[in-house]
């Protein structure tokens, strides 16, 4: 007997593909049981189309196998799709914006139109969360159901999510409604890894199975973007790219003295940058500067408009060409909010000063501080000074000295200034971290002293002379 199979509705048929296949059971007497198995694309809209078969012999259902009972056999075309996913539980933390600004409050939406079922275009909600190492997932979920009125009996939704990080399965049998799944408080089967990781991306693939029933043919598959530090986040708000600055290089660390140390790493080949991609698939991925270039004209703006973290990691286009630039009081803090994203806050912020001050209340500036100047590396010194005696061991007049191209700082800034009133740098058990250069972490006040200064300046009350010194191994900075 030749059997065949056609679909009836011609503006689905180019989205189902059907086979027919005689099955052996017995379903009768002269009864031949058939199978049709029906093929849907992904991209088939929701319908209810009717198979044609041609040659088929009436059946009737049995053992468990479908038996035709007719010439023709509605089908019915079924989609369902991922409308939303948030994160929630006792242990989630939520990231902000780096502009300050907080995030819609689900972490997975398409917003394409029309809809593409993924999260990866522009105004689309990627936006990552953090957890706690070895603590539980917890996540709800949307989904849409067409045609409406396809699904209302009970039905066990599960997600397997894989990830770098390992596999985590969330399930729940719930009853669809007005053509809708929800999903409600849903705890993964295991707790997260007990190390710092950036799952990137947790790959969950969601598949439906009516309570009773085989599983159905749809599934849809959701990617997120998931943060787990060491301990709780002591630091507020949870700048998203100190987050990522601070998983993404600590993966694998089980100390706050190792995830420490591997974030540091970073700031010393002088290419921090910021999140590649924002929760709204914005890219970013901008290089972090230190000031700008000694010479530059916007070095007048920008200890004005960049000493604090916010106005570093703000990615507001109409900062211009300011945009990723931050003083050093800037770099210190942005390296212990990365200590504190961890749940720890054992360094601290120095500030460096001069040990020398200006005879007679003379000021450097033209303002009221009588401050003595740090000449920050490299400075080159006339073989002898002929400053006044009275002002020894200051004997090199300006003109004496020297401003050649610095020590580079992060980012683009190959030569930074190279005289400051002062400079901020990071103390963290018993260790100097100087984050806006990148240098060698030191034990001691003098050996900061020796890796980032050639001399000082002050004014000296003869003249008055400007004048300076070389750095020698004596201490001769103030760290407060």
């Known amino acids: 007997m030749s059997l065949s199979a056609r679909v009836v509705e011609p503006d689905l048929r180019q989205w189902v593909t059907l086979t027919v296949s005689p099955k052996t059971v017995d379903c009768g007497p002269f009864k031949t049981p058939v199978t049709v198995k029906v093929t849907v694309s992904p991209d088939a809209p929701a319908g209810s189309p009717t198979i044609e078969l041609e040659g088929a012999i009436l059946g009737t259902q049995s053992c468990g196998e479908l038996c035709i009972h007719s010439a023709t056999t509605p089908v019915t075309i079924l989609k369902i ?36 079922d993924d999260n990866d275009d522009v105004g689309d909600h990627n936006i990552p969360v953090v957890y706690p190492r070895g603590t539980t997932m917890v996540l709800s979920a949307t989904f849409s159901v067409e045609p409406a009125t396809a699904l209302s009996d009970p039905i066990t939704v599960t997600g397997t999510g894989t990830s770098a990080a390992g596999m985590y399965t969330f399930s729940q049998t719930v009853i669809p409604s007005g053509g809708t799944i929800t999903l409600t408080n849903v705890p993964a089967n295991v707790p997260l890894v007990n190390t710092v990781h950036y799952l990137n991306p947790l790959s969950i693939a969601w598949s439906f199975t009516p309570q009773g029933k085989p599983p159905l043919s749809c599934t849809a598959t959701t990617k997120h973007r998931v943060y787990v530090t060491l301990g709780v986040p002591l630091a ?16 694998g660390a089980t100390s706050a003295s190792s995830a420490f140390g591997l974030i540091y790493s970073d700031f010393m080949d002088r290419d921090v940058r910021r999140k590649s991609l924002d929760g709204l698939n914005h890219t970013d991925a901008i290089q972090l500067r230190y000031w700008v270039n000694a010479g530059d004209p916007l ?22 060409a300011l945009n990723g630039v931050g003083t050093c009081l800037a770099w210190a803090n942005l390296l212990l909010s990365c200590e504190r994203v961890h749940g720890t806050s054992t360094g601290s912020v120095i500030e460096v000063e001069s040990i020398e001050r200006n005879d007679g209340n003379i000021s450097l500036d033209g303002g009221l501080s009588t401050r003595g100047l740090l000449l920050v590396k490299n400075w080159s010194f006339a073989a002898v000074g002929t400053g006044p005696a009275e002002c020894s061991p200051f004997l090199f007049l300006n003109s004496e000295v020297s401003d050649g191209a610095g020590a580079a700082g992060q980012g683009a800034t190959t ?26 972490i030191t034990s001691n006040q ?35």
Not at 87 to 115: C, I, L, M, R
Not at 302 to 319: H, K
Not at 458 to 478: D, F, H, L, Q, Y
């Open 415 to 440: 030569n930074p200034p190279g005289a400051f009133f002062n400079h901020f740098i990071v103390f963290r058990d018993g260790q100097y971290y100087d984050p806006s250069y990148g240098t060698a």
């Open 81 to 116: 799709r991922p409308v939303s996913v948030t994160f929630g539980g006792a242990d989630v933390k939520f990231v902000t914006q780096d502009n300050g600004t907080a995030y819609p409050t689900t972490h997975w939406e398409d917003n394409s139109n029309p809809p593409d």
């Open 299 to 320: 070095l007048s703006t920008v200890s004005a408009n960049c000493q604090t973290l916010t106005a570093m990691l703000n990615s507001d286009p109409t900062i211009g």
């Open 446 to 480: 003098n050996a900061w002293e020796s890796i980032s200064l050639d001399g000082y300046r002050k004014a000296c009350a003869t003249g008055p002379t400007i004048v300076n010194k070389k750095e020698t191994m004596s201490t001769e900075t103030v760290f407060r």
């Open 236 to 251: 507020s708000p949870l700048y998203e790219s100190v987050v990522d600055i601070a998983c993404r290089n600590a993966v």
